[in-house]
């Protein structure tokens, strides 16, 4: 049975992508820490990050940087928070969110109804920085 990632990344459930490549896809989180927290997400279906290979583990750090960096600047953010909790689905994945204190790390203060304007937004302006970072190859259009 596919999980729900897998359901978003094949398009059966809508999400708000920023990032696509072969092995990786990059799309905003349901319940946002803060504008423009994202999941880094590998195409392939793997429970822990433990059980992940190397390479691709090393891809999606790699991609979560790439994001981080962009929110630093686009959401002019201290630094970018990056974590993987893996206990909401079980699809690995890496929260990477805009960050300014250590209390931005509060999973309990996740929004439960964010603003749909606002994360149509965030994602834009996510898309369009890494755009300018060079990163446009695997920026997907809206």
Same mark, same amino acid.
Not at 32 to 41: E, N, R
Not at 87 to 112: C, G, K, M, Y
């Given at each position: ?13 809508? =999400? #708000? $992508? !920023? ?5 990786? !896809? &990059? $799309?905003?989180?349901? =319940?946002? +820490?803060? @504008?423009?927290?994202? +999941? %880094?997400?590998?195409?392939?279906? /793997? @429970?822990?990050?433990? @059980? ?6 090393? #891809?999606?750090?790699? %991609? ?5 960096? %962009?929110? !630093? ?8 928070? +990056?974590? /993987? ?13 805009? &960050?300014?204190?250590?209390?931005? $790390? @509060? $999973?309990? #203060?996740? *929004? ?7 994360? &149509?937004?965030?994602?834009?302006? +996510?898309? *369009?920085?890494? #755009? ?8 997907? *259009?809206?």
């Amino acid at each position: 049975m596919s999980t729900l990632f897998t359901k978003i990344i094949e398009g059966e459930i809508p =999400g #708000r $992508f !920023v990032w696509k490549d072969d092995d990786v !896809v &990059a $799309f905003l989180s349901i =319940g946002p +820490l803060a @504008d423009g927290h994202t +999941l %880094v997400v590998p195409r392939q279906e /793997i @429970d822990k990050w433990t @059980d992940a290979p190397a390479d691709l583990l090393a #891809r999606m750090t790699a %991609v979560a940087q790439a994001i981080g960096k %962009v929110q !630093v600047d686009v959401f002019g953010a201290e630094r970018a928070g +990056l974590t /993987i909790a893996g206990f909401e689905i079980d699809h690995l994945h890496i929260h990477v969110w805009p &960050a300014n204190s250590l209390q931005d $790390f @509060d $999973f309990s #203060r996740a *929004e439960t109804s964010p603003d749909q304007d606002k994360m &149509a937004a965030s994602a834009e302006k +996510l898309r *369009e920085g890494l #755009r300018a970072a060079g990163h446009g190859e695997f920026v997907p *259009e809206a």
